[in-house]
């Protein structure tokens, strides 16, 4: 029978240069893998003599080229810990966090070139790396080598390395609780910068205020389509016909990979004019203290988008409507009116005279006649 013991993730972080600002594992901050047995570990950039300091690796290599770095792996726990040790892919999840793949997933690109050395003790690693015993409150350095094939391409190709909790046979881990270390890694060679936006789809919500504007959704994605790590701010703008009631709205990525995108929204207040134009325009923006010696130029993409005005066209059916009614209740009303007047004469004209005669009408009366 399969025994499952409860594991509670702390963290799970990978040591990222993001901004200026470290989203690292270390030292001082170990992430803690299970409550009942209260393994915590850290992993950071090393020297031969052991952690240096960095918060990640940073390296620009020729292709052909190769470097030779150590991580420090530390377990903070009373009792020993095996840790699988392995490199792969960097992406940048949805929510805009550096990341490796899956445990289970093969890498395709830098995480291939680096390779983990030997440590005394070590096990391979089913899908590549080494599996190691770090006694309690030990530190232990896992050497690394970078070798960069002939024809890679220029520029960056993010990777790490990390230190996972072994799982054995008899355990279930619901969530892979794992720390590592930031390899950026650029193959020297002619940079390009550019983030496109693309991929527009918009909707647009009339106001039930037909004297306010509607809301106008514009979906998107930003490409990367130059070979470094780019941020990029935006900017949606998008007005009516002959630019009634312009309006624009500001976004932010932090960190889109090369060759890879992430998805953003906006909305804008627009004035439902039924018709509507606009773009989505991205600027480059350069991320922590990378080096791009390239333009950082603008793109933009446009879109259109019916504003049908629903609410204000119903205000005008409505409108319509109570004059019809109006006008018919006073034409009714002046019917009403010739039609008791003209009673009225008649009945004036019915009435007997002094003589007891019926007057006659003035057409009706003999005129005598006259002889000269």
């Known amino acids: ?12 972080a990978l040591a990222t240069l993001l901004g200026g600002a470290p989203a690292a594992v270390a030292l001082d901050a170990p992430a803690s893998a299970t409550a009942e047995t209260s393994t915590t570990w850290a992993v950071a950039p090393a020297s031969a003599e052991g952690p240096d300091g960095r918060v990640s690796f940073r390296h620009t290599i020729d292709p052909g080229g190769s470097v030779e770095e150590f991580i420090a792996v530390t377990n903070f726990s009373a009792a020993a810990a095996p840790f699988a040790i392995y490199a792969s892919d ?4 949805e929510a805009g966090n550096f990341d490796l793949l899956p445990s289970g997933e093969t890498p395709v690109d830098s995480g291939t070139w680096v390779s983990i050395g030997e440590v005394e003790g070590a096990t391979p690693r089913d899908g590549g790396g080494i599996v190691i015993d770090v006694p309690a409150g030990a530190t232990t350095l896992v050497p690394l080598r970078v070798d ?3 024809e890679a391409t ?9 230190a996972e909790l072994a799982r054995g046979d008899d355990e279930s881990v619901q969530v892979a609780s794992r720390v590592g270390v930031r390899l950026h890694l650029r193959v020297a060679g002619d940079v390009v910068a550019s983030v496109v936006p693309g991929s527009i789809t918009t909707s ?10 509607g809301t106008l959704t514009v979906d998107y994605v930003i490409s990367n389509e130059g070979n470094v790590r780019l941020g990029a701010t935006t900017t949606t703008q998008a007005a009516g016909l002959f630019g009634i009631g312009g309006a624009s709205a500001a976004g932010e990525q932090r960190e889109i990979l090369p060759l890879q995108q992430t998805a953003a929204s906006a909305t804008v207040a627009v004035w439902p004019v039924f018709f509507a134009w606009g773009e989505v325009a991205a600027v480059p923006t350069i991320v922590g203290e990378d080096a791009v010696q390239a333009s950082l130029a603008a793109a933009a993409t446009p879109f259109t988008v019916w504003t049908i005005p629903w609410s204000q066209l119903a205000l005008l059916a409505v409108a319509a409507v109570i004059i019809v009614l109006i006008v018919r209740a006073r ?8 039609a008791r007047i003209a ?15 019926v007057d006659e009408p003035a057409s009706a009366r003999a005129v005598p006649e006259r002889t000269v």
């Open 1 to 12: 029978m399969l025994r499952t013991r409860p594991m509670i993730v702390a963290s799970l």
């Open 90 to 93: 960097g992406v940048v999840t």
């Open 343 to 357: 009673a009225a004469v008649s009945a004036a004209a019915a009435q007997p005279n002094d003589a007891g005669l």
């Open 331 to 338: 034409a009714r009303s002046e019917a009403r009116v010739q």
């Open 204 to 213: 647009y919500s009339p106001s039930w205020n037909p004297f306010a504007p």
């Open 154 to 162: 220029p520029g960056d190709h993010p990777a790490g390395v990390v």
């Open 148 to 150: 960069v094939p002939d």
